[in-house]
């Protein structure tokens, strides 16, 4: 997906890299970590998928949970996977 469409869909800016809604993840054609991106995402459909979610965000989506899965989120990446 294209960095504008990507902005404008998801509602989100450009340090945002990956986002996953639903049953659906959405990563920028322009990532330079595609595949931990997916990983990052997927973990949160299956969050999703066991009702862990609510509305497509999910529940565990903070802080904790980014620690829980060992991500470096907002600290030494220029962008961000939410
Ligand atoms: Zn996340």
Redesign the pocket.
Known sequence: MGDDLFESYLGVDKSVVAKQVGNQIYVRNGSQSMLSDLV??GT?MLDYNNSFGINGASTW?GKN??IFMNDN?NSDRRQS??
């Open positions: 990052h995402e949160h989506h949970r980014h989120f996977r939410i």
